[in-house]
């Protein structure tokens, strides 16, 4: 890759508190905001990406996601450039539902990766339209150091993808190991 990149999935919103059992509504019909922990937990990291020289702030055009990058900019004195291939997976008809439904519908991880639900996609498409946009971004810059704020199957499913991984190892990564993505969470893309 031409580009350092950093990634950064959005703050705390009451769907990691109160609503956790709850998948995101989709198109979101009021903004979801950070909670005030999300917030602070935005400010600090973004305190820690001063020293890391950002050049360029890329996010989804979620609410949630654009505040955070808006914290982020903020302090780093940058714009942001919304990409709508950096948005949370497409849960079709199970938005806004009891996350159960879905798992009950879909309790085998691997065929995530093809299955779709009604009207949304599947982990797959996710993968590709995220490499789409790394790739469109290793094209038009060189040498830049680019935050990207996302969500966690798109961060998840990138930073897999990026490295090299199987599905198979993508699944280890998050059911064995642990390593998914967490709120607000900072890491360095790197690639294997």
């Not at 950070?34 to 890329?58: H, M, N, P, S, V």
């Not at 009950?104 to 691997?110: G, S, T, V």
Request: glycine share 6%.
């Amino acid at each position: 890759m031409n580009n350092q990149y950093f990634i950064l999935r959005h703050g705390e919103t009451i769907y990691q508190t109160k609503k956790k059992n709850m998948t995101y509504p989709w198109p979101e019909k009021s903004p979801i905001k950070l909670t005030r922990r999300g917030q602070k937990q935005i400010r600090e990291k973004a305190k820690r990406l001063k020293k890391g020289k950002i050049d360029l702030i890329c996010s989804s055009d979620v609410f949630r996601t654009g505040q955070t990058a808006e914290i982020v900019a903020k302090e780093l004195g940058l714009k942001v450039i919304f990409d709508k291939r950096l948005r949370d997976i497409n849960l079709g008809i199970y938005q806004n539902r009891p996350k159960k439904e879905f798992y009950q519908d879909f309790p085998n991880p691997k065929e995530r990766f093809y299955k779709k639900p009604k009207g949304g996609e599947s982990w797959s498409d996710v993968k590709k339209r995220t490499l789409n946009f790394i790739k469109e971004i290793e094209k038009k810059h060189r040498d830049k150091t680019i935050l990207i704020v996302s969500h966690g199957d798109p961060l998840w499913l990138l930073e897999g993808a990026v490295k090299g991984m199987t599905n198979q190892e993508l699944l280890n990564e998050i059911f064995v190991k642990k390593n998914y993505i967490k709120v607000s969470e900072l890491r360095k893309l790197t690639t294997k």
